[in-house]
C-alpha cells in the first residue's frame, strides 16, 4: 500500500530524501538542527526526520518529533508551513489507528493551503480515507491532487498521488486503469531519484500482474521490491502481505504462512499495519488448515480494525473468523445469520471477499435445508465480471453449479463445472512450474467431484470416466518452462550438490544452512517461471483411448466420496465396478510396502522373514484396490490409472498381475500421449554408475557388454552435467545409485552421482528425456500427492520431457537381487519386447527367492 509523506522546497532535498533513503534524511535532519536553525528551517528537519521515523516503522517517536516540527511551524506564522506539517502528522495519526484526529488535521490543513500545496494535502487525506476503507471520497481527493500537481509540474507528488489512485483502482477491480497509473508513477519516480517509493510502484506492478492470474510475474516483481527495500534499509511490511496473497493463490499455503509468522515476529509499532498482518495471517492459516490460529488471528485484526474504525477491514476480518468456525466444523442457522448478514455487508463495501462469503452461505443454507436461502446466496456467489482473475471466475462458475444441483439442473450444473475448470485451466497454464500448476488443481477438486457424483447417479461409467480424467494430473500434460541455458539456475543447482556432497562425507550444522539456502533459491527461481505463449490444455477423448487400446485392457480407479471405484475398459466396453473405501485400499498398499521393505534388507538367499507371505499380501491388495473388476483382465496387458494416494502401490504383488505387462500412469491421458512419442532415430544409450554401490557395478558393467557402443559414465565422471548432457535426447538410459525421495519436497528428490544429487530441478532442464529410463535406485519411482490429483517427484517429472517409459522403484530395493533382474530385463528389450513386458519377463525368470520376489514386486513400469 502507498505511503504519504511530506515535501517543502524551502527544505531543497530533505523531505524527499525522507521518504528516499529515510536513514540518511534522519542524519540530515540531525546535523541542521545541531546548527539552531530558524523556526521554518528547525520545522522542516523535525518533520523529515518525523517522516524518515515513521517509514522505518517507530510511529510514536515520529509523532512527537511532527507535533514538535507543528509547534514550530506556528511560530513561524507562514500557513503553507503550517498546513504542510498538519497534513503529514495527519496521516501519520490516521496510519497509527487515530484516523478521527488525523481527518480533523487533515481537513484544517486543506483549509490553510493553496494550489500545489493543497494537492499535496489532499494526497495525505486520500492516504487516511484508503486506511478506512472510503475508496471512493479518497478518489475524488487524489482526482483533484493529480490535476493540481500536474499543473504546477511537481513531478513527485504526482507520482504519489498517481500511485496511490492505481491502487485504489485496483482495490476496486480496475486493473487496466491501475497499471495505468503505476507505469506513470514509476517513470516519474525514477525521473526524480524517489528511490524508496520506485520500489514501492514495482511492488504495486506486482500486484496488477497478481490479479491478472500471472502469479510468477507477480512474484518477480515483489521480489524486486524487496531487493530495493532492502537496499534503502526498509523492511516493509506491505510487502509480506501482498507476497503472501501471491503465495496463497499459488496453493502454497505453509510457505505463505511463515511469511506473515515472520513479519508479524518483525513489526514494529504500526497499530494499522498490525492489524493488516493479523489479517493476512488469519487467512494463510485458514488455507494452510489451522482454523484456530486463523480464529485467533482474525479476531485480534477485527478488535484492532473495529478500534481504529476501519469498518472495510474489520468486516473482512469478521469474515474470515466465520469461515474458521465453518472449517472447524461448525454449522447451523445462528452461523447461517451471521454470514448472511457479513455477506451483505461486504456487497455493500465493494470488498472482493463478498461472492466467497455468499457461497459459504449458500452451502450453510443448504445443509439447512433452506432452499430459497441457499438459491438467493448461491446466484450472488455466481455473479463475477469478464475481467476477474481465473481463480475467482472459477469460484463463481462453483457457486453457479451448486445452484444448478440444488435445483436439480443436472445440464446447468455440468456446464458450471465444465466452465470453472476451463478458468481454472487459464490460471494453471499460466505457471511455468510443475509445482505450481500441480497444487494450483486443488482449486478445481469441489468442481470435479460435483460431475463425478453425478456420473456415479446416473450409474454411467463413460462419463465417469471422462470426468476422473478432466482434472487428473493435469500437471503432467505440458513441460515445465525452464531455459535450458539458465546460468544462475545452473549454478545455484552445481553448488547445491557441492554442498550435499560435502554434507554426506561429514554434518556440519553451517553446511546445512548454506543447503536450505541454496534449495530455497533454486525453488523461488522456479516458481517465477511464466507459462510459455500458446499453452493449451489438451483434451481428453474416450473415444480415442478405445480406439487404440486393442487388446490391452485399461482399468482407472476413481475415488469419489471416498470410496473406490474401478472403471474397466475393455473391447470397446467401459464397465463401471465399486472396489470398496480408499482408506481401506491404503491400508493394504502400506503393508505390502512395509513387507517389501523388510525383504528389501533379506539376503538373496537368506530365510524368509516372519509375517504374511507375499501371496496372501497381493490377494489382499488385489481385492483392496480392485475388487471385482479383477475378473475382467484375462490374460491382457493392463494399463493402471491409480488415484494420487495410490500411486506407490507395488503392482507385481498382486496376483492377477503378476504374470503380465502392466504400465502405470497418472492418467489415461498421459498414457496416450506417452504412446505417441517416437524413439529417437540414433538410438543411443547411456549406462550411469553412482558412487557406492558395489552390485551396481556389477550391474553397470555386464550391461556395458550387452550394449557395447552405449556410452558408460562411471567412476568420477557420472557427473551432472555430463550425466544430463548425454541423457538428453537418449533412447534407452539406465542409471544405477542412491536413490533419495523428500516427502518434504518432493522436487529434490535425486539420485546420487560422483558430483552430488540429481535433482527433479536438473532433469527438468533436458530438452527431452531419454526414450526410455530405468532409475536401478531406491524410491525412484515415489512422488507426492498434491492438489487435486496431481504428483510430484523424479519418475513423474521425466513424463512431461518426452520419456515414453521409466521403470522405477516404489520401495527400498536389494542391490545384489535386483542387478540379474536388470540384466534380463534388457536382454528382452534388446529382443524388441516392451519395457513393461521386459520386465514381466525377467521376474518370471526370477521367480522362486523370497528376497528376489520382492525386488521384482519393488519396481513399476511407468509409461506407455
Known sequence: MPTAGGSAEAAENLLPLALSRPHDAIASARTLLAGAPAAVEASIAHQAWGIGLR????????????????????????????????????????RAGRSREGLARLDRAVDLSRGALTGRVLLRRADVLLVLGRHREAL????????????????????????????????????????????VAEKLYAATGQEFEYAEARQNRGLVAF??????AALRY???????????????????????????????????????????????????????????????????GDPAAAREHADRARRLFSAQRREWWSVRSSMVLLEARYQSGERGERLLRRVSAVAGRLDALGASEASAA????????????????????????????KDAPPIARSAAWLGKALRAEARSDVRGMLSACARGLDALDEHRLAMGATELRALSTGHGAELAGLA???????????????????????????PPVRPPDDEQLVGELAALRDVVRRLDASPDLSLEKERRRLEKAVRDRALRATGGANRIALRFDVD????????????????????????????????????????????EVERSRFRLRRLAHGRPHGRPQGGPSLEVLGARLGDAILGSAQELLGDRPVVMVPPGRLHALPWGLVPVLADRAVNVVPSAATWLRARQVRPPSDHRVVLVLGPGLSA??????????????????????????????ELDGAWIAHIAAHGTFRSDSPLFSSLRLDDGPLTVYDFERLHRAPYRMVLSSCDSGLAKPVGADELLGLSSSLIPLGAAGILASVVPVNDPATAPLMLAMHENLQAGQSLAAAFAAARLEARGDPVADAAGCSFVALGA
Open 140 to 183: 475524488d481527493d487524489l482526482r483533484s491532487a493529480i490535476t493540481r500537481l500536474r499543473r504546477s509540474g511537481d513531478q513527485v507528488w504526482e507520482a504519489r498521488s498517481r500511485n496511490y489512485r492505481g491502487f485504489i483502482q485496483l482495490a476496486l477491480g480496475s486493473t487496466l486503469r491501475a497499471d495505468a497509473d503505476f507505469a
Open 696 to 725: 551396481g557395478r556389477a550391474e553397470v558393467m555386464q550391461l556395458a557388454k550387452q550394449y557395447p557402443d552405449a556410452t558408460v559414465l562411471t567412476d568420477g565422471d557420472a557427473t551432472a552435467e555430463k550425466v544430463l548432457r
Open 358 to 385: 455468499h457461497l459459504l452461505a449458500g452451502r450453510l443454507a443448504l445443509a439447512e435445508g433452506r432452499a430459497r436461502a441457499a438459491d438467493r446466496q448461491l446466484e450472488l456467489a455466481g455473479r463475477h465480471s
Open 452 to 478: 463425478l457424483r453425478d456420473a456415479l447417479r446416473r450409474d454411467d461409467p463413460r462419463r465417469l470416466l471422462s470426468w476422473g480424467e478432466r482434472w487428473r494430473a493435469t500437471a503432467l500434460g505440458v
Open 544 to 587: 480415442e483411448l478405445v480406439g487404440v487400446l486393442g487388446e490391452t485392457v485399461l482399468v482407472e480407479l476413481v475415488e469419489v466420496g471416498g470410496v473406490l471405484h474401478a472403471v474397466v475398459v475393455r473391447d470397446g466396453r467401459i464397465t463401471k465396478h465399486e472396489v470398496g473405501p480408499l482408506a481401506a485400499a491404503a491400508l
Open 211 to 216: 490479479s491478472r492470474g500471472d502469479l510468477p
Open 222 to 288: 515483489l521480489d524486486e521490491a524487496g531487493r530495493r527495500f532492502a537496499a534503502v534499509g526498509v523492511v516493509w511490511p506491505d510487502l509480506a502481505i501482498d507476497r503472501c496473497g501471491v503465495l496463497l493463490a499459488a496453493g502454497l499455503s505453509t510457505e505463505a504462512l511463515a511469511e506473515m509468522d515472520q513479519a508479524i515476529a518483525g513489526e514494529g509499532g504500526t497499530a494499522t499495519k498490525r492489524g493488516e498482518l493479523l489479517f493476512a495471517a488469519a487467512t494463510a492459516a485458514l488455507a494452510a
Open 55 to 94: 517509514q522505518l516503522g517507530d510511529v510514536t517517536t515520529a509523532v512527537r518529533e511532527l507535533r514538535t516540527a507543528l509547534r514550530l511551524a506556528e511560530r513561524s506564522g507562514r500557513s503553507e508551513r503550517q498546513a504542510d506539517v498538519l497534513a503529514t502528522l495527519g496521516a501519520t495519526l490516521g
